[in-house]
């Protein structure tokens, strides 16, 4: 008889909404591994807000060296107003992007059945596509400063870094993920004012699908925000800048329905571990009314187990996510998470 599979998750449920969501996205993944035959061993830690604001620490280095021990991270959402902007999602997220080196970000874009998209005239397989943004490099590494700050001289630079290796490493991953599914790999870029990034992009993009096979498209970030809109068909997997991802996964959400079914995953596809997380914030406003939305860290928690290689599970997760989401504006946090976890269970809809 083989060893019982078994995980350890660390958990960083975070601030607001974020424990509420994260507890429901547990016990889909548990009622999984109960299901397929595998544990989790979770493990929590405080970071947030609170700890930050008794502490004045975002993210120790011993808790960082215990995050690099574990098999993958669930996180729930940080940031409060009483915390500085910037503190948390610099000193903590963005950290543990960069020090685990989690070059993806996996943005799945898809409109389910029973969710209302803005658009018009849109079915559900009419929106289904991914967004792989790279995840450690661009303005995002932080290079730049402010001088003669406060005088009428004051400048600031944000430096963009893109690195050969960084977006060739995002664009097999993509081309990857494009050959598991329809074929179709779209580069958004601003290569008409960018010139030197997107044409790194632009090269490294044509290597990596000539390689792989993978048809190549390209589409400017402004004309592909037209397109999310006017036509989301058109795109299978789009690989684009980490800002440019960021922005463009905020309008994905929105004509997939909203923010209360965006998922993410944060992966370095090469090592452990890697970190999943909904796209939305804390939303400290619903905080503790049982009204926030747990499908979006739901289908997170459904990345996370596929990443673990529990793929079964993790289309149960997604299915429980999914058979539960007509109607589900009627349901509180708790008592939506309990029917995602009841239908993982049993295989069945929840009714
Ligand atoms: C996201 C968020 C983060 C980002 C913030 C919180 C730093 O907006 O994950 O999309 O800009 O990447
Ligand atoms: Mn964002």
Known sequence: ?????????????????????????????????????????????????????????????????????????????VGRPDVPPGVLERGLLLRLRFELDLYVNLRPVKLYPGVAS????????????????????????????????????????????????????????????????????????????????????????????????????????????????????????????????DILTDLGAAIAGGLGTAASANLNPDSSPSLFEPVHGSAPDIAGTGRANPVAAVLSASLLLDHLGEREAAAAVEAGAVAALPGAAGYSTQALGDRIATAVAGGGSPN
Not at 3 to 21: F, M, S, T
Not at 25 to 31: C, D, F, H, V
Not at 42 to 60: M, N, Q, S
């Open 1 to 77: 008889m083989s060893a019982p599979r078994g995980y350890r998750v660390a958990v960083l449920a975070g601030d607001g909404i974020g424990p509420e969501v994260v507890a429901e996205a547990r016990k889909a993944a548990e009622a999984a591994g109960a299901r397929f035959g595998f544990g989790l061993d979770w493990v929590d830690y405080d970071l947030g807000a609170d700890r930050w604001l008794r502490t004045g620490e975002a993210l120790p280095d011993a808790v960082l060296g215990e995050l690099r021990e574990v098999d993958a991270i669930l996180l729930g959402a």
């Open 118 to 245: 803005p658009l018009a005239d849109v079915k559900p397989d009419d929106i289904d596509l991914v967004v792989v943004r790279e995840n450690t490099e661009g303005v995002y590494v932080g290079a730049g400063g402010t001088v003669h700050r406060g005088g009428p001289a004051e400048a600031a630079t944000e430096t963009s870094i893109e690195t050969r290796a960084g977006v060739e490493r995002c664009l097999r991953f993509a081309a990857a993920k494009a050959r598991e599914r329809a074929g179709r790999l779209t580069l958004v870029h601003k290569t008409n004012v960018l010139v030197h990034a997107g044409d790194l992009w632009q090269r490294a993009a044509r290597e990596v699908a000539e390689e792989t096979g993978v048809a190549l498209d390209y589409a400017h970030a402004d004309a592909a925000c037209l397109y999310l809109v006017s036509d989301p068909g058109r795109f299978d997997v789009i690989a684009t800048d980490n800002l440019f991802g």
